[in-house]
């Protein structure tokens, strides 16, 4: 039982270089989201997607862009990576909010020089 | 302007004691409020959901109580082991129609020594 696959653990890009990070998850939930999170900052949601075909803005969207390839799979893209954007990025899913707690992935480590 | 607070300061407390964190919010109307776990390098772990209306719940050695009228909740760890030590972080999720927010505290450290 994987729960929330993310991937890859660790990256360094070059201001100005693109990446995906890419997130799975086997629990058949409906709803997932993308985080970062920073020193003194906390968990800070980029994008969500409450359920297949549907994404929306969090609360720092700007410089990211998401897909919600399939009920499983929900990757985040950076176009034009910024030192600003060095960060550890965590994937999460839900079923049910009412009722559950989110299941995070086990973290992207991000550094953008 | 709306917040949510948890201890800043890193608690250290005995082996087998109880601890007990914190979590203060303001200008919030609450649905319910998470407790999770996060480990150095890990993701958080959800521990326990309380509602609105309920006082208290439990999961084996923890509890969680919600104080609406105080705008807080406390999370307690009974019989305290080394394991327990980790950050603890709180989420809020407000009322605010269908279009609900989830609200995070930056975590309490929690250190257990032997």
């Known amino acids: 039982n994987a729960g929330v696959t993310q991937t890859p653990k660790f990256q360094v890009l070059k201001t100005g270089q693109s990446m995906t990070l890419q997130c799975a998850q086997d629990?058949?939930?409906?709803?997932m989201y993308w985080y970062r999170q920073d020193p003194g900052m906390g968990l800070r949601l980029i994008y969500y997607?409450?359920?297949?075909?549907?994404?929306d803005k969090g609360e720092v969207p700007n410089g990211y862009n998401v897909s919600r390839l399939n009920k499983r799979e929900f990757s985040l893209r950076l176009e034009s990576a910024a030192p600003s954007q060095t960060s550890v990025y965590f994937c999460?899913?839900?079923?049910?909010?009412?009722?559950?707690?989110?299941?995070f992935g086990s973290g992207t480590r991000l550094t953008v020089v | 302007s709306q917040k949510i607070e948890q201890n800043s300061e890193a608690l250290n407390i005995q082996e087998g004691k109880t601890a007990t964190l914190t979590c203060n919010y303001t200008?919030?109307?609450?649905?319910?409020l998470q407790w999770y776990r996060q480990d150095p390098g890990r993701g958080p772990v959800f521990l326990l959901l309380i509602r609105e209306n309920e006082k208290e719940k439990r999961k084996e050695r923890l509890k969680v109580t919600f104080d609406t009228t105080l705008k807080q909740s406390l999370f307690h760890i009974t019989a305290s082991q080394p394991a327990d030590s980790a950050t603890y972080l709180c989420a809020l999720v407000t009322r605010a129609g269908n279009n609900r927010k989830l609200i995070w505290g930056l975590g309490t450290s929690l250190g257990v020594n032997p």
């Open positions: 999460a899913s839900i079923m049910d909010r009412g009722n559950d707690g989110y299941t």
């Open positions: 200008n919030y109307s609450p649905a319910y």
């Open positions: 997607s409450a359920s297949e075909g549907t994404t």
């Open positions: 629990m058949n939930h409906n709803s």
